[in-house]
């Protein structure tokens, strides 16, 4: 599987933007690239994914690089329920073999 | 029920003891997960089920197993507890396999002494 590489954690101010790197220069052209979180005490729950165009929607942006080989996820004001860890998963859309692999992910502290 | 519910939301077991942690969901997803997550770790898949009557191994499936007797439910059961089964056990599905979003229910926390 194509592996994904993240700082361990980052540091915010409320209202401010946010970048969350994420390298994976082993990606396949068939790989989508996934973003999850997972809020303390809770279950992972889905932000946003993509191929190669950059992605919108209404809990975040997604900035894929030309080459693919790495990605930022944009929380454009960041609150205090903002603060997850984050998860950056290569993952090739359908087949038998399809599946998310979570690695460590990056700890988003958000400071008020 | 909206979404997917997990029970128990904790429990504390006995080496050695069967225990059955019970998933069940209401969007009519056929595929459905489970994964364990440990400190350090991420989340590991253990099962996965593609459709009603199939299910499939994960990364780490020993000691463990499932059935999908039906949509809704898939219940992942611990035949005999070992200790290195302590963990948070989260359920997930998905509308199919290979969908890109799945949806993760709250967790069981697991302990097995």
């Known amino acids: 599987d194509a592996k994904t590489t993240q700082p361990n954690s980052m540091e915010s101010n409320e209202e401010e933007p946010v970048h969350l790197p994420c390298n994976h220069s082993t990606i396949s052209g068939t790989d989508y690239i996934h973003w999850y979180r997972q809020l303390p005490s809770q279950g992972p729950e889905y932000v946003i994914h993509?191929?190669?165009s950059n992605v919108n929607n209404r809990m975040a942006s997604l900035a894929i690089a030309e080459d693919r080989k790495s990605s930022t996820l944009i929380l454009h004001r960041a609150t205090l329920r903002d603060a997850a860890v984050y998860y950056c998963?290569?993952?090739?859309?359908?087949?038998?073999?399809?599946?998310?692999?979570f690695g460590k992910g990056t700890l988003l502290t958000v400071n008020p | 029920i909206a979404g997917i519910t997990q029970a128990p939301t904790s429990q504390i077991l006995a080496a050695g003891r069967r225990m059955t942690l019970r998933c069940t969901q209401d969007m009519r997803h056929n595929a459905m997960y489970w994964y364990r997550q440990d400190l350090g770790l991420g989340l590991r898949l253990i099962h996965y089920s593609n459709t009603a009557g199939t299910t499939g191994k994960g990364e780490v499936p020993d000691g463990y197993s499932v059935s999908r007797a039906n949509t809704d439910d898939f219940p992942l059961t611990l035949a005999s507890a070992v200790p290195s089964q302590t963990s948070v056990y989260f359920c997930?599905?998905?509308?199919?396999?290979?969908?890109?979003?799945?949806?993760f229910g709250p967790g069981t926390r697991l302990t097995v002494l």
């Open positions: 997930a599905s998905s509308p199919r396999r290979g969908y890109n979003e799945q949806f």
């Open positions: 998963i290569l993952s090739a859309s359908g087949g038998s073999n399809y599946k998310l692999t």
């Open positions: 993509g191929l190669t």
